[in-house]
């Protein structure tokens, strides 16, 4: 059982507007592989920082597809976690909540969370490579990358690779709420990956009280307010129990 410090939880109960930045530990305990996590099986001797690039995707399209159908699989048979629970919890109890997410999983969405900001995009969207538009279904005829109805360019999963740019408008309205908030969250994420790593300097520049919940200390610990460190699934549900009841 967490113990809560009494001002963190009055500071819940009066805060008004609230941000949460999620990362793949949130969905650690849904079985999902987390970014740093060794992979397994057929991809154990790729790195994700190696494959989720649109370099790898030129190089190896249909190893780039085959890993992130593989990882769509896998998150469409995943189901939330009592930690995604606690933020739709969160957000029923909070006049202003956001929730930013690093995640691809979409499952925020399923859990029931509202007002999310998907920073790096959703592996169950996919579209053309060459034009843009969204598949809504595709054919995988004998594991080869399926194509565009329209242009016959190759489809791919509608996530952002490193060192392609963010949703601008996502990141604005991500910073917007990161400078704004009263208390900012930062959940299951290595604080590694940019520029959604600095949306808690932001907050906490801006005058926010930053609490990290995360398995274990990461670069931003040393910055935070109130660092829990253990399972989100755990320590979530326990924190919105001891502020809401
Ligand atoms: C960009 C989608 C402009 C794909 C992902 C400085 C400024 C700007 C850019 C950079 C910069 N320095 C470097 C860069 C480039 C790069 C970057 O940040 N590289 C890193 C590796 C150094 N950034 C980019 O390229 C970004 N684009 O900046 O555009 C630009 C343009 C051209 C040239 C340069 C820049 C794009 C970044 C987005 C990449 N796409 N995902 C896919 O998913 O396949 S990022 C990927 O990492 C996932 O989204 C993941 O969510 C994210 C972050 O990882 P985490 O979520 O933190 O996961 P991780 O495994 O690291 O940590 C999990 C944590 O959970 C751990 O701490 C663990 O202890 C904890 N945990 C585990 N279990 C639990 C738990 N906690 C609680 N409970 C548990 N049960
Ligand atoms: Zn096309």
Redesign the pocket.
């Known amino acids: 059982m967490t113990n809560f410090p009494p001002d963190l939880i009055q500071l819940l109960t009066k805060a008004t507007h609230v941000v949460a930045l999620?990362?793949?530990?949130?969905s650690?305990?849904s079985g999902l592989r987390?970014?740093?996590?060794a992979q397994s099986g057929l991809w154990a001797q790729y790195r994700?920082?190696d494959?989720?690039t649109p370099r790898a995707f030129a190089r190896d399209p249909k190893l780039v597809w085959n890993w992130?159908a593989h990882?769509r699989k896998v998150a469409k048979s995943s189901h939330p976690n009592a930690?995604h629970y606690a933020l739709v919890e969160m957000e029923r109890n909070i006049p202003e909540f956001t929730l930013i997410t690093?995640?691809?999983d979409g499952l925020h969405h399923v859990a029931g969370s509202k007002h999310i900001l998907e920073?790096?995009?959703n592996?169950l969207n996919v579209r053309c490579s060459q034009c843009g538009t969204f598949a809504d279904d595709w054919h995988e005829e004998a594991g080869n990358v399926p194509r565009c109805a329209k242009c016959n360019g190759l489809l791919r999963?509608d996530?952002?690779?490193?060192?392609?740019?963010?949703p601008r408008e996502q990141l604005e309205a991500a910073v917007q709420a990161a400078c704004t908030c009263q208390v900012f969250f930062s959940?299951?994420?290595?604080?590694?990956?940019?520029?959604?790593?600095?949306l808690a300097h932001a907050a906490r520049t801006e005058g926010a009280v930053v609490v990290e919940?995360?398995?274990?200390p990461?670069p931003l610990t040393p910055r935070v307010d109130f660092a829990f460190h253990?399972?989100?699934?755990e320590?979530l549900p326990e924190l919105v129990k001891a502020v809401w009841g």
């Not at 996530?159 to 963010?166: A, D, G, I, K, P």
């Not at 919940?213 to 274990?216: F, H, L, T």
């Open positions: 999620t990362g793949a530990g949130v650690q305990e987390t970014f740093r996590d994700p920082e494959l989720a992130y990882r930690g690093q995640n691809v920073l790096h995009g592996i999963p996530v952002v690779w490193f060192e392609e740019s963010l959940i299951g994420t290595s604080g590694l990956v940019q520029p959604a790593a600095s919940v995360n398995a274990e990461t253990g399972k989100s699934g320590i």
